[in-house]
């Protein structure tokens, strides 16, 4: 590789890595930021939500008891009690965590991420920042998305009717 294209994709990984935490389907959110110092996440959160939420951690797959939820109602962040998703849009993926097929729009902002060296789409929620989990493109229609989240990283929130 010439010096010139090595600077060159140096210089559009840095900008694509800049630029990368946006809304999801939004140019501007309308969310307001929740930010915390660490020793209060810790106060917040238990040893494994800090793990997962804060560190970008992931849970051990079928260890949610979320993955089973099938009562109507709202997935929402564990670590401000933002909305993320709607339990209609939960399907079984066969993975081992809970999976929607779209989010509540702008409630959640994305990053790539290559911790497995090559690049995933990262997802965190839109008010405190808190790592949920990724997308990927093999979910069911309509959107052909599955947000692959870690049950830790929600609490469920039911409807009065269910």
């Known amino acids: 590789m010439k010096r010139r294209h090595f600077i060159q994709a140096g210089i559009a990984t840095i900008v694509l890595t800049a630029t990368s935490l946006i809304p999801l389907g939004a140019k501007e959110s309308t969310i307001t930021p929740l930010v915390l110092s660490e020793d209060e996440w810790r106060r917040r959160l238990t040893e494994k939500q800090f793990y997962v939420l804060r560190q970008e951690g992931t849970e051990r797959p079928w260890t949610s008891p979320l993955n089973e939820e099938k009562?109507?109602?709202?997935?929402?962040?564990?670590?401000?009690?933002?909305?993320?998703f709607e339990s209609s849009k939960k399907y079984d993926s066969g993975t081992g965590w809970p999976s929607f097929w779209a989010a509540i729009p702008h409630h959640t902002e994305t990053k790539t991420d290559f911790k497995m060296l090559f690049p995933r789409t990262e997802y965190h929620c839109a008010r405190c920042g808190g790592h949920q989990g990724h997308i990927f493109n093999d979910g069911p229609k309509p959107s052909g998305k599955r947000w692959c989240n870690n049950g830790i990283a929600l609490k469920f929130i039911p409807n009065n009717k269910s």
């Open 71 to 84: 009562r109507q109602g709202i997935f929402a962040c564990a670590g401000c009690d933002l909305p993320l």
